[in-house]
Nanobody, 127 residues
Framework: VQLQAFGGGLVQPGGSLRLSCAAS??????????WAWFRQTPEKEREFVAA????????FYADSMKGRFTISGDKYKNNMYMQMNSLKPEDTAVYYC???????????????????WGQGTLVTVSS
């Protein structure tokens, strides 16, 4: 399974970006699985951003992203998206998409539970 994340770039504070993640080489539509975004900066460890859990499509967010970021996806097309609004300089990071199979809800935020990772896309929020 290969994941490819794209859509990063330079945006001014208060602006918006939409990240996308495409998976190939695997079929997940009938399984319980979770798609997630994590992010990392040189100064911090990789942290959970948001996740969507199939088959129900329940969504989960880190507290600092609630109300600003929206995760969505198409499990049949193996695509995931994250709309990021009201971006702040502290949102600057490399964003990674990941897939984990058969995750229970309590493990959604645990990066160790995710098996497949994309290469990351850089988001820079700066004026």
């Amino acid at each position: 399974v290969q994941l490819q994340a794209f859509g990063g770039g330079l945006v001014q504070p208060g602006g918006s970006l939409r990240l996308s993640c495409a998976a190939s080489g695997g079929t997940f539509s009938r399984d319980t699985h979770s798609w997630a975004w994590f992010r990392q900066t040189p100064e911090k460890e990789r942290e959970f951003v948001a996740a969507i859990r199939w088959p129900g499509g329940s969504t989960f967010y880190a507290d600092s992203m609630k109300g600003r970021f929206t995760i969505s996806g198409d499990k049949y097309k193996n695509n995931m998206y994250m709309q990021m609004n009201s971006l702040k300089p502290e949102d600057t990071a490399v964003y990674y998409c990941a897939i984990g199979r058969r995750l229970i809800v309590s493990s959604i935020r645990d990066q160790e539970r995710y098996e497949f990772w994309g290469q990351g896309t850089l988001v820079t929020v700066s004026s």
